[in-house]
């Protein structure tokens, strides 16, 4: 299997492929809005990381001239409804609940926390308009860390739950954890490190909210992930009925997890507009994005390992602290997810996994491309250590430790199967790629000159969907839906809830359905982001690939049979002897026969036919991700570190993934590459930095350092044949793997090369003023 290319979709993907013309869906959505009688709101938000608030006076600013409306937290809550996160209710979230309102009122949690609204005739005035309030504060000692969080004496940020503990500590075992370590020929304890860094899109979060008193209607454009989910959240708030909310999204300017549901600004905005009784816009500018609008990672990991004398990786036993920052998010619900996934593509006997979420004055803790990413980080590093202790070589650890697919397939020791997955061919792809002897060679030749080489290699699985559970799918993300209709004119339409920011939906799925119906790709619509219009979805998590694929593929399946069978009262011929083919109908044999699939819609629309027949050319779909399965692969990274300066420059970067059946190579290679490109930014450059006041340190460009071109090589992608589970569908996501594997790639081919110093890295963030102070430290 190694070695060969994967499948690429049959029809019109291969036409496709290399198509300029790609829909990436990617702008900026919001900034583009403009409505008649527009307001523009802008944010007082706190100097401070944890204070009293002890007054708002909003006099000032209310008297500016332009200035409409000014909203003090106590205004808002007269204003809304109490309620939970909606991302956290909609999963289920059961643990502690921090009361909190959507701007600040009793107290400030963190530096950019909101504390007032200003709703002027433009930004430049609402900007002026928050000059003009005057808050008073109480500071109080900030919770600028875990360490400090995990105190009790700390102060609780939030008065209802007494501590500063989001996810109570627990402990899970699986498997003979004491037995395991008993036995073992080695145990290995290491504490491992992954900083805080961020999602940064291109366009940053944003809205504008449009209230029609007349007909008691909420309008949203909004930049999201899921026009559903904002809608949940602007109705619970807001006391509206669903039916009376509707949201509107468009080209969305990236997001990578920042934007799911609504955060309280975008509430605010709603609640403005409602006022108001006219449309009021707000998009967050950089400062308030890299500051207030979430942050990920910041988790760390005290790890023992079990390891026999042979490189085997017999047992883990980890305990993990994650910062989730100061307000409810995806923080305290990423462990569950880690220590299902920890054991990755390993034979592990055994596994502890224990966890605990503090809260803190930092900005929230929000989903960013593969939110369970440590755990990836955590084992790769793990087995580069316990390599380098062992005198092994770090592909070989790996052969010798990744499961082997068998029939009946491996198992997780945490219960998931391994079917299906790739891990073994993609390590021997990259042996084949990448020559390891002549690399040594070379990085011998440059280290008796004084240069310093190294070589890093890291793999991974994601659950793209995942596969298929014994129970069924379950949950809101159990099922994707879709509805599919022929129009008059002879295009396909369907109806999606995915919520397209640069994953090149409107093409993928169209590539699908036209290949599955029988018509050109241009004959394709694909509809998304109105409430109005589209059923429920959420774009995230790797899914769209296999759900919406799926449901599509299934769907136009079914809106065929239906046409057929509606032509074949025109045809006066059997269903079974029809067919469609480049958007025309005919009987099988006999192309004169043809007739255009817009020509059967205006049939069917004519109203000619009674009750007995079918001339509604539209189904709804329901799929259920089939078999489901794994995407992964292998990365290998060459880097030059230059013991000087302490400047890193990734020499190659060489990616083997499986990713099932490939749409469209072309997006599929974007999304790889874009998220190496985001994980080199992660270790080399990117860091979400607080001072221990609480002060955040990395609000502009100038200290939250993001890669450019010259950071990133050019990425080597070689697809491996995928293993087909499902009778159909066995495309599967790839949204997230290359951020999830590039930070361990890369931070094993740095410790690779200054291992002549004797420097051993726990930690992700490897700035040159890092790597000098590690080189500095091991001579020492």
């Known amino acids: 299997m190694a070695g060969m290319v994967a499948e690429r979709y049959t029809g019109a993907s291969i036409k496709r492929s290399e198509d300029p013309r790609i829909l990436t869906g990617l702008g900026r959505y919001v900034d583009d809005i403009k409505l008649p009688g527009m307001l523009h709101a802008a944010f007082v938000r706190s100097p401070l990381a944890h204070a009293n608030v002890l007054s708002v006076d909003v006099s000032a600013a209310r008297e500016l001239p332009g200035v409409v409306a000014v909203l003090t937290g106590a205004d808002l809550e007269a204003m809304t409804v109490p309620g939970p996160d909606t991302l956290m209710a909609l999963l289920s979230w059961a643990g502690p609940t921090p009361e909190f309102t959507l701007l600040a009122t009793d107290k400030v949690r963190f530096v950019g926390d909101p504390v007032a609204v200003v709703v002027a005739q433009s930004r430049y005035l609402a900007e002026d308009g928050c000059d003009l309030v005057e808050v008073e504060y109480d500071d109080l000692p900030p919770v600028a860390n875990a360490a400090f969080a995990l105190d009790p004496d700390s102060p609780p940020l939030f008065a209802n739950l007494g501590d500063n503990i989001a996810r109570p500590h627990s402990r899970s075992e699986f498997g003979d954890v004491g037995s395991t370590f008993a036995h073992a020929d080695r145990i290995f304890d290491f504490h491992i490190d992954v900083h805080r860094h961020q999602n940064v899109p291109m366009e940053g979060r944003g809205c504008v909210a449009s209230y029609d008193a007349n007909l008691g209607v909420m309008t949203v454009f909004a930049a999201t992930q899921s026009v559903h989910v904002t809608r949940i959240a602007v109705a619970m708030r807001l006391g509206i009925v669903h039916d009376k909310v509707r949201v509107l999204a468009g080209d969305i300017g990236g997001s990578f997890g920042l934007k799911i549901g609504a955060s309280r600004e975008e509430l605010a905005v709603a609640a403005a507009s409602r006022l108001a009784g006219r449309p009021v816009k707000w998009v967050e500018d950089r400062s308030e994005n890299l500051t207030a609008s979430g942050q990920a990672r910041e988790e760390s990991f005290d790890v023992r390992a079990a390891v026999g004398s042979d490189g085997g990786l017999h047992g883990l036993d980890v305990k993990m602290v994650v910062d989730t920052g100061a307000y409810p998010g995806m923080g305290a619900m990423v462990p569950a997810i880690m220590e299902a996934m920890l054991p990755g593509p390993y034979q592990l006997a055994a596994l502890g996994f224990e966890s605990t979420g503090v809260i803190t004055n930092k900005a929230s803790y929000v989903a960013y491309r593969g939110p369970w990413a440590s755990e990836t980080f955590v084992r790769e590093r793990v087995l580069d250590l316990v390599a380098k202790d062992l005198g092994l070589d770090p592909l070989e650890i790996r052969l010798r430790n990744a499961a082997r697919r068998t029939d009946p397939p491996a198992v997780m020791i945490t219960g998931r199967p391994l079917v299906g997955v790739t891990t073994r061919e993609s390590l021997e792809r990259v042996a084949q790629l990448v020559d390891f002897p002549a690399f040594r060679r070379r990085q011998a030749e440059a280290r008796a000159q004084g240069r310093y080489l190294g070589i890093g290699v890291a793999t991974f699985i994601e659950a ?8 069924g799918p379950s949950g809101p993300m159990g099922t994707e839906s879709m509805r599919l209709r022929l129009e008059e004119d002879g295009i396909v339409a369907l109806f999606t809830g995915q919520m397209p920011h640069g994953q090149s939906h409107q093409t993928t799925l169209a590539q699908i359905a036209a290949d599955e119906f029988g018509v050109p790709f241009e004959q394709v619509r694909i509809v998304i982001g109105d409430t109005d219009l589209v059923p429920f979805g959420l774009t995230g998590g790797s899914r769209s690939a296999t759900m919406t694929g799926g449901v599509a593929l299934h769907g136009a399946r079914q809106l065929k049979a239906k046409v057929l069978e509606f032509a074949a009262h025109l045809m006066e011929a059997s269903a079974r002897d029809l067919l469609i083919t480049d958007g025309n109908v005919w009987v099988r044999g006999d192309p004169a026969t043809a007739i255009a699939v817009s020509e059967v819609a205006r049939r069917a629309a004519s109203g000619q036919f009674g009750p007995d027949v079918d001339a509604k ?18 990365h290998c990274a060459t880097v030059e570190v230059d013991a000087e300066t302490g400047i890193v420059k990734v020499e190659r970067y060489v990616a083997v993934e499986d990713c099932g059946a490939l749409i469209n190579p072309a997006v599929v290679e974007g999304q790889i590459r874009g998220g190496v490109a985001q994980g080199i930014g992660a270790v080399l450059l990117e860091r979400s930095a607080y001072g221990e006041d609480g002060s955040f340190q990395s609000a502009t460009f100038m200290d939250y350092l993001m890669p450019t071109a010259c950071d990133v090589p ?10 087909p589970l499902d009778a159909d ?5 790839v949204g997230e793997g290359g951020m999830i594997v590039a930070p361990p790639t890369i931070v094993n081919a740095i410790e690779d090369a200054l291992s002549p110093f004797g420097v051993r890295i726990y930690e992700q963030h490897l700035p040159p003023a890092r790597i000098l102070e590690l080189i500095a430290a091991a001579d020492s």
């Open 464 to 471: 793209a969907p995942g596969p298929r559970p014994p129970e």
């Open 617 to 634: 050319l539209e189904v709804e779909a329901t799929f259920d991700g089939g078999e489901g399965g794994w995407s992964g692969g292998t």
């Open 714 to 723: 050019r990425i080597e992608i070689e697809h491996l044949e995928t293993v």
């Open 729 to 733: 569908v066995n495309f599967r996501g």
